[in-house]
């Protein structure tokens, strides 16, 4: 399997633009998780899905923020409008059960720069 | 509400020396307890996890983990350190509450391995 693939890499775009980031996740797995990471404020969680389900989107941090999954194999996180301060690195994560003992998978992330 | 705590900001440590990167955790119910490593410009790769049994669980490259319930920690560990091994490493727990899971991650600490 090739593991979580996340597009784009790398995203630059203009302040109020809008923004889409997508991950497909490993075949067979239920779980889906998108992360960001900041030098500040770390990893946070702020959505995850079981089954294409929003299970628990307590983490996202605005209405700005929206993440859908349409079916098991693709999930998008879109930021709109954008602004600087969610320049991050946004990882898609993903599971193979809702099981406690279970790990999960990253992706590679997508680089956001937002000016 | 589940949470780890990582204390160190950075470690260092001289190539072929012992190393520790320390985790603490606070839980309710039985702990599930995970370390990732992240390489510049990387996804978090798994390295092991603790569900139940053994204290000392074996992961990837050589890592391993001490579980110590009564000073609730998991601290990272391996004999012999490797200029490769230089990293960010997260300690994470499995949040299970609302009946779905979620890894909650620490701060994160930096190993540099100096030659």
């Known amino acids: 399997d090739a593991g979580v693939i996340q597009s784009p890499r790398h995203e630059v775009t203009e302040m109020g633009q809008e923004v889409t980031l997508r991950c497909k996740p490993i075949s067979g797995h239920n779980s889906l998780f998108w992360y960001r990471q900041t030098m500040m404020r770390g990893l946070e969680l702020l959505i995850y899905f079981n089954n294409n389900v929003p299970i628990d989107d307590s983490g996202m941090p605005e209405d700005r923020f929206s993440a859908k999954m349409p079916n098991a194999s693709f999930s998008t996180l879109k930021i709109q409008p954008s602004e600087p301060r969610d320049s991050a690195v946004y990882f898609c994560?993903?599971?193979?059960?809702?099981?406690?003992?279970?790990?999960?998978?990253f992706g590679q992330g997508t680089r956001l720069t937002v000016v | 509400a589940q949470s780890v705590a990582q204390p160190e900001d950075q470690v260092n440590v001289a190539e072929g020396n012992p190393l520790t990167v320390k985790c603490t955790y606070s839980?309710?119910?039985?702990?599930?307890l995970f370390w990732y490593v992240q390489y510049p410009n990387r996804g978090l790769q798994f390295l092991l996890k603790?569900?139940?049994?053994?204290?000392l669980v074996k992961g990837s490259y050589g890592f391993e983990a001490e579980f110590n319930k009564s000073q609730t920690s998991f601290h990272l560990k391996k004999p012999s350190a490797l200029v490769s091994d230089s990293a960010l490493y997260f300690c994470a727990v499995r949040d299970a509450s609302g009946g779905y899971n979620k890894l909650i991650f620490g701060a994160g600490t930096r190993l540099a391995v100096h030659p």
């Open positions: 839980v309710s119910g039985n702990p599930y």
């Open positions: 994560a993903s599971s193979s059960r809702t099981g406690a003992n279970t790990e999960a998978f």
């Open positions: 603790y569900i139940t049994g053994d204290n």
